[in-house]
């Protein structure tokens, strides 16, 4: 049987469908769960030092917690760049359906600090991290590729994506099962990034790569054999 690739076609409105916060409930506040989710998705661009402005503190986050809101929303930040649901990827950065919920509902709900400080969990330590190694061997897709031998692939990294380009990549196996690799939406150049899958993708020689705009230049990224 063909396996269909499915998304979740919500995500390119620009809106997410949200749950309502039951007002019964206790409020959200950032203490208990909102800093969990900056530390956790944010605070690695957004802190002292980092790429971007501090969201490490209550202080820091309130001023822009409307702006977090909208962005969290449309999925601009954190900056993942495709659709979810469709591929299945171990750095996946993006934010789960429930954590933008807690964020919505957190603005809505007054930017709550939260009275109980020790709700608040340890700030994370962070590593110094160079961009991501690019292995020999890859494959650069740029429109339709016909694969001439059996590949093994464990990513890809799309290294020139035209600004607003959405773009639904797929492996066609000759056998006509369709292969979801990802689907980039929102995707930004400057935020290059490798989307490593969940479990390495064998791809049969005469297997087409489709969806790759001839303007846009996507590397398949191999599984390096490692020695015993």
Same mark, same amino acid.
Request: aromatic share 6%; charged share 20%.
């Given at each position: ?6 998304a979740?076609?919500?995500? %390119?409105?620009? +809106?997410v469908? %949200? ?25 690695s661009?957004h802190?002292?030092g980092?790429?971007s402005? +501090? ?8 001023p822009h917690?409307s ?10 930040m ?8 469709f ?7 993006g934010?789960?359906q429930?954590?933008?919920? $807690? ?7 007054g930017?709550t ?6 709700s608040?969990? *340890?700030?994370?330590k ?5 961009p991501?190694?690019?292995?020999a ?7 339709? $590729? ?10 890809? $990294?799309?290294e020139?994506v035209?600004?607003?380009?959405s ?10 099962d369709?292969? *979801? %690799? ?5 995707y930004?150049?400057?935020a290059?990034?490798p ?24 590397l $398949?990224?191999?599984?390096? +054999?490692?020695?015993?």
């Amino acid at each position: 049987m063909k396996r269909v690739a499915l998304a979740v076609l919500v995500l %390119l409105s620009g +809106s997410v469908a %949200l749950d309502a916060h039951d007002p019964s409930a206790a409020p959200i506040t950032w203490n208990r769960e909102i800093s969990r989710i900056v530390y956790e998705r944010c605070a690695s661009c957004h802190r002292e030092g980092g790429a971007s402005f +501090s969201l490490m503190t209550f202080q820091d986050a309130q001023p822009h917690a409307s702006a977090i809101k909208d962005s969290v929303l449309a999925r601009r930040m954190p900056p993942w760049g495709a659709v979810k649901g469709f591929g299945n990827f171990r750095n996946d950065e993006g934010l789960t359906q429930e954590q933008i919920a $807690l964020v919505a509902d957190w603005v809505e709900g007054g930017i709550t600090r939260g009275n109980n400080a020790r709700s608040l969990p *340890p700030p994370p330590k962070f590593t110094a991290s160079g961009p991501f190694a690019v292995p020999a061997g890859v494959i650069a897709v740029a429109g339709d $590729l016909k694969l001439q031998r059996e590949t093994m692939i464990d990513g890809v $990294l799309p290294e020139r994506v035209p600004p607003g380009a959405s773009m639904q990549i797929v492996a066609a196996l000759p056998n006509g099962d369709i292969e *979801p %690799l990802v689907w980039l939406y929102e995707y930004n150049d400057k935020a290059r990034h490798p989307f490593l899958f969940r479990k390495p993708i064998a791809l049969p020689a005469g297997t087409r790569i489709r969806g790759v705009r001839p303007d846009a230049r996507v590397l $398949l990224i191999p599984v390096i +054999s490692r020695p015993r």
